[in-house]
Structure formats: C-alpha cells, structure tokens
C-alpha cells in the first residue's frame, strides 16, 4: 500500500483563476497554503517587479494573469505545513473561528467559579495587599497572553496549534512533554472533576430553593445530584469540536458575567453583619500565617486560568499571509479579558467589603446564601444559582476539549483514520464518568482553589516568559531577556511556594473544606 505523503500539494492550474493554491487534508477541508523562504527577505520579494507601471503597456489578458501570479507568490511567503491528522481531530477539525468566537471562549474559559472564591484569600491578605496581589496577577497573565498568541506562528510554516506543541519546541521534545504535561492535563481534568462537583451542589441548592418548605419526598443526595450534572455534561460534549461550541461559550460567557454581577451586587445591597471586621485572619504561629498567606496567593493565581486553551483557540481560526491568525485573536481576547477584570475586581473587593473576615470558606456564594438566604427574594437566588449552573455546564465543555482531543488522536495515530461517531461518543461518555467517580472520590476537591493555583500557575505566569526567550532569541543582556527570565523564575519559585501554602491549608482543615454546605 503507498504511503500518504505528510501533506499533499495540489499543483498550480494553467488557467488564472486559482491563484492560491492549497493544502488538501485528508477531511477534505482546505486550509492556506505554507511559506518558503523567498518571502523572508525583506529587501527584495518575488513579487517586487509587479507593479502599476511594469503592468501598464501589458493587456488586459496578461495583467490578470499577472495579478493572479502575485496574489500565489504572496501566499507562498506563507507556506504552512499542516499535519493531516489535524483535520480529524476536535481541537483543528474546523478552521473557521472568528474575533467573536475567541471572545466567546476566552470569557467561558477566563472566569467562573474560581473568581467566587477571591474574597476568601482578601480575608487573610487584606485591603492592601489583596488589591496589589490581584493587580499584579492581572497584568502579569495579560502580558503571558499575549505571548502566547504571537508564538503560534512564531516559526515561519508550523502553526503550534496546542500548549504541549509549544512547550515542545521551547524546551525540546522530552523536557516539553514532562513540563507542560502535567500541568495542563490536571488543569482541564481537575477544574472539570471540580465543576461536576460545583454543579451537582449547586442544582442541589436550587431544587431546594425553589421547592422550598413544600419538599416532602425524599430529595436527592448529593453524589445522586453529581451524577444528574455529569449526565447533562456528556449529553453536551457531544458536539464534535471546539468551533462547534461556541455557542455554548457565549451562553457560558454570558452567565458568567450576569451571575457575577449578581452576586456582588447582592452581597453590597444588603446590610453588612453587625460583628464584621477587615483585620487579615492570622494564625497563633507565624509559620500558620505565612502558609495562609502563600494559599491565599494561591488561590488568587487560580483565578486566573485558561492560558492552557488559547493556543487550541487560536487554532480553530484560518491564517494567511495578509491575514494571520494572531490579529482577530488578540482582538477577542482583549474584549474577554476586559470583561474579566469586570467581574474578578468587584466580586473581590465587594465581597471582602461585605462580609470582611467572616468570609467562608466556600466564597462569596456561600456567604451570600448563609448570610442573605432569607432577605433576598426566593426567586432572585434561584435564578442566581441557576445561571452558575448554565455556566459549570459550559465550562465543562471547553475545559474537557483538550482531553478529547487526546484521545482521539491516539486513536487515530494507530489506526490512521479518523473516529466513528461511537467511538468518540465511547469517549467522551468514559471521561465524564471517571471524572465523576474522581468527584465521588475526592469530594474536597472544589476547596483546594490555593493548591491548583500553586501547580498549575507555571502554564500561566512562567513557562511562556521562558517560551518567548527560548524561541524569539531576544538580544542577550536585553531589557527584554532579563524581564522575561526574571517574570519566569519567579512564576516557578510562586508555584513551589502556593503548592505547600495549599497543601498546608488542606491538611490543616482535615480535607473538610466545601464549596457549598448542602443542608
């Protein structure tokens, strides 16, 4: 049997029309043709000798063939290589996102429940040094972002189209996969075991809420509720690819920010309890308040996740020479980020200003429903734990697309074709239930915000620093060589100091910790 080439090229026709030629993969799409080197050079390109006054004595019939030369010469400086397996896998199957599309998915993958538990780490950290913490974090994920976005491209003809890809073109194919593995894989398998958790908990309080005193027959139990939630995240997952679920990223953004917006806005609105104070928790040992603190650290890094998914997002958009893919999505990652930094800023301060130390454990949700249960509306709180429902369930979705992702292409790697329908249903239902058997196992998971945080902070503030210097080779000695080694060395020793802060914290508190208290 012959060997498939690892791309096809289809030849240029002799007629003007296809100007562009383009790379066959094996789905059949068609995605922009690569680069070659000629259009490197920056003082002479192929196409530097069609111009208005070359082409004027030309006819008309000679003038368009040349016109249609260029426009292929001009794409030819953008000759990408693309591995034909892509085509069949979720993450590169299709290729037509969008601006609107990378803001849909940032948002959905940018904010959401970790943002609930910002004002447990301003009780141990206080008003100063909660807003500087929280500050800094912001800027400092915004600049790795934009890293990320300008190294998907950064080496002329090779689209680095997932994290681990990137990482392994920085520190080399072994050191790569044994850096970045980890951490990006328990990112997206440990916040979607903790949403299953998140979920189940909270369709738990929302039945009770709306069934209220009326409730006679015997309720579900928690892990029943786990269950019911995990059943409605494999029915969803079922959509084929990361383009496909946008729409579940716009509905996941905008729950996101209207129930954030709720919950801070209800908190301020009511009257602050009597015994309040903005004094920062301390522990009898110092080394207890040390360890607080570094958790509380934690926790607020934790905040801000989904730098593991831009490349895979940034993958799902068509790129040329003209028009590169880095451009619409530093343009929707702007607009989500901005609507971030509006809702984690007041759910921080509003939260901390509302209720101070006496913060619980499980955030400000959990204040707001052991505190205000009875002065809010009993409608108003069920829709507000409705909408963070809506929101687990697509979180759920572009958190776990990587993981399928994986599978799928160690399917298809062995078998050389692309997967069934059942197959990728087999899956995608196998994922959801070991991550609610992980759930059912670990149930204290959803409290360990600080210890998340801790490990998985070097995807987002230290390995692109590293990333950037490693492959853009900026001058030795530079501002920018020392800033970016210097923000990546401390991404790894914050790592190593919120992972014991957390670890502390959990032993500490017996594995007790609850996001929510379900009666």
């Not at 943002?115 to 950290?125: D, E, G, Q, R, Y």
């Not at 209800?266 to 602050?272: A, D, K």
Request: glycine fraction near 8%.
């Amino acid at each position: 049997m012959e060997e498939r080439p690892e791309t096809e090229l289809i030849s240029i026709p002799a007629t003007p029309r296809a100007s562009t030629p383009e790379i066959l993969t094996p789905s059949g799409q068609r995605s922009p043709r690569p680069a070659s080197k000629e259009a490197k050079s920056a003082a002479w390109t192929p196409t530097s000798f069609i111009s208005p006054r070359f082409l004027s004595p030309i006819g008309t019939p000679m003038k368009r063939v040349l016109v249609n030369m260029k426009g292929y010469l001009e794409e030819v400086g953008h000759l990408t290589k693309l591995n034909p397996q892509d085509a069949w896998l979720p993450i590169t199957e299709s290729r037509n996102g969008n601006a609107h599309y990378a803001a849909f998915h940032n948002l959905n993958a940018g904010v959401g429940f970790q943002a609930l538990v910002l004002p447990v780490a301003f009780a141990f950290l206080g008003w100063s040094w909660g807003i500087l913490s929280l500050t800094i974090a912001y800027c400092w994920q915004l600049y790795t972002l934009w890293i990320l976005v300008q190294l998907h491209e950064a080496v002329p003809g090779k689209r680095y189209n997932r994290y681990v890809e990137l990482a392994q073109a920085a520190f080399g194919e072994r050191l790569g996969v044994w850096l970045a593995l980890f951490p990006t894989v328990y990112l997206s398998a440990g916040t979607a075991t903790a949403l299953i958790l998140i979920g189940g908990e909270t369709m738990k309080l929302f039945f009770q809420i709306v069934c209220g005193p009326l409730c006679t027959s015997n309720p579900l139990t928690t892990v029943e509720w786990y269950l019911v939630f995990t059943s409605l995240c494999i029915v969803l997952s079922q959509l084929p690819n990361l383009n496909s679920i946008a729409g579940l990223s716009l509905i996941g953004a905008v729950t996101a920010i209207t129930y954030s917006t709720m919950v801070w806005v209800l908190s301020v609105s009511q009257q602050r309890p009597p015994t309040i104070s903005y004094e920062p928790l301390s522990l009898p040992s110092f080394s207890g308040s040390a360890f607080s603190a570094l958790n509380a650290l934690g926790i607020v890094a934790f905040a801000f996740r989904g730098h593991n998914l831009v490349l895979e997002i940034q993958a799902t958009m068509p790129s040329t020479f003209k028009h590169p893919a880095h451009v619409p999505m530093w343009k929707g990652a702007k607009v989500a980020y901005f609507f971030i930094a509006m809702c984690v800023f007041p759910i921080a301060i509003g939260g901390y200003w509302a209720y101070g130390n006496l913060m619980p454990s499980g955030g400000i949700l959990n204040a707001l429903y052991a505190f205000h249960s009875h002065d809010i509306p009993r409608g108003l709180l069920a829709v507000t734990f409705l909408l963070v429902v809506f929101n687990c369930l697509s979180s759920f979705q572009i958190y776990s697309m990587p993981a399928f992702d994986s599978f799928e292409a160690g399917y298809t790697s062995r078998t050389n074709r692309p997967c069934s329908i059942w197959v990728r249903s087999g899956f995608r239902v196998f994922y959801g239930f070991i991550s609610f058997f992980i759930g059912v196992a670990l149930p204290f998971l959803s409290s360990l915000a600080g210890l998340l945080g801790g490990l998985t902070l070097p995807v987002t503030f230290a390995y692109p620093c590293f990333m950037w210097v490693l492959i853009k080779k900026p001058s030795k000695y530079s501002f920018n060589w020392y800033f970016n080694w210097i923000l990546g060395w401390l991404g790894v020793a914050f790592s190593l100091a919120f992972s014991i802060g957390g670890i502390w914290s959990m032993v500490n508190s017996g594995l007790k910790l609850k996001f929510f208290k379900p009666n």
